[in-house]
């Protein structure tokens, strides 16, 4: 977007990694919902296509603000005129610099974790966001523990309810075949001879693409499909290494079988999980999917930046950081204006896009002294993605974020097709969940943008006889 804006300026994109994120395959689905496929390019196609880019390969050591000076590890210094800082977020490791515990949010680290489950006939996964749901769906022929803080699975996602129409397709032994992935990989050369240390969390890799298990073999070494025991409303209390556990003579459980009381384990496994519930369970390795933290360090030293409770450089409505010609977008800044009542900041890839074309829409008004107003992806909060084969659609305040107790929900759910919940406050639409083909998105968009009072309708908004696209049309 910058190198449209400025073509006669010079452009520089500095990145730790070899190889680049590009959106391909966008699609406008309505007003606010977009589909995108992210694929890893060569950084050349840019520069190609963009002759003002350059791509530089390094991390960044150091940021002095005051001098308008990027400092990268390689030893270099860089001028600017105005920077962005686009760093994203780094995975929230449960505990750090345990050898059995991989983080997962990029690429580089999702190969780690393909690796040792080659070997593996136990995992225990913690963690309940996007990623978590789609790992535990996704592997097959290796016994997986999930531990949860929440009652229900997908809670950042959903409510109890849509994790209850889910949870049958974890048990399923039939398994659709997947629809095919047009996405190809690149890998960095070179990499494949050297062995990868274990995905250390310091190193950055570039966050995963909403179908990142595509073209991932996610199979362990036991001959069953599907093997998920869910640990709800607990923590990961302490990791013991095989010695110490044997040290503490304590019992851990061997997988829970439906019918049987939970068994002592008779195996002896290299690492083991205490839960906060009590229970210890021993695995091969322990996967933390806990989310993410804002990727600040670098560029915190010695420079004044406001920073947000979760971690984030503070924005204004137009992108721009508490430090004169710095702007941040994506997971790496926290969005500090006064959000419309329908729309909230989550760490996804559809506002990490919004974020960084308005974020250059916003450095180019700024050097041209114009004014702007903020941009209409922000009026609504709307994603769509795919779980266990599902298409899934949240808008708006979906979980009712933010409501309190002040609003009622609407349900609809036909089992194994589609889930519907509508969040409603004083008779309006506040947000929507679409689990299934149920055509209903665009018709929601629009009731929950315009506010429209629907008291009137009553529970008949939900009828499935009644055609409701037709009839707000």
Known sequence: KLAVEFPSEDIFLMTASPVIKAVTNFKQVSKT??????????????????????????????????????FTEDGKEYMYEKLCLCAGAKPKLIFEGNPYVLGIRDTD???????????????????????????????????????????????????????????????????????GCKRTKYTTEGSEEKERPIAASDKLGSALGPDWHEGLHLKGTKEFCHKVHIEILCEVKKIHLQQEFIQL??????????????????????????????????CDFIVSATGVVPNVKPFLDGNNFAVGEDGGLKVDKNMHTSLPDIYAAGDICTAAWEPSPVWHQMRLWTQARQMGWYAAKCMAADTLGESIDLDFSFELFAHVTKFFNYKVV??????????????????????????????????????????????????????????????????????????????FD
């Open 33 to 70: 919902l977009e589909e995108f496929d992210v694929e890893e390019q060569p950084s050349s196609l840019l520069e190609k296509r963009y002759p003002n880019i350059k791509v530089i390969q390094s991390g960044v050591k150091q940021l002095k603000s005051d001098e308008h000076k990027i």
């Open 109 to 179: 680290s999702a190969q780690a974790f393909q690796k040792n489950l080659a070997q593996a006939e136990r995992i225990v996964v913690v963690g309940n966001g996007g990623i978590a749901l789609e790992l535990v769906y996704e592997i097959q022929g290796c016994e997986v523990i999930w531990a949860i803080k929440d009652k229900a699975i997908g809670n950042t996602f959903f409510d109890a309810g849509a994790a209850e129409f889910l949870i049958p397709k974890l048990t399923a032994e039939k398994r659709e075949t997947p629809i």
């Open 249 to 282: 003579q304590r019992t851990s459980l061997a997988f829970p079988k439906e019918e049987k009381n939970v068994e002592p384990d008779e195996v002896l496994w290299p690492v083991y999980v205490e839960l906060t519930n009590g229970k210890i369970y021993g």
């Open 394 to 471: 949240v808008l708006g305040k979906y979980n009712a974020q933010g409501l309190g107790l002040d609003h009622e929900l609407m349900l609809r759910c036909t089992k194994g097709q589609e889930y519907v919940k509508v969040v409603m406050q004083n008779g309006r639409m506040m947000g929507a969940v679409l689990i299934g083909e149920t055509d209903l998105e665009e018709t929601f968009e629009n009731l929950i943008l315009n506010q429209m009072d629907l008291s009137a309708y009553g529970e008949d908004l939900l009828n499935p006889n009644i055609d409701i696209e037709d009839y």
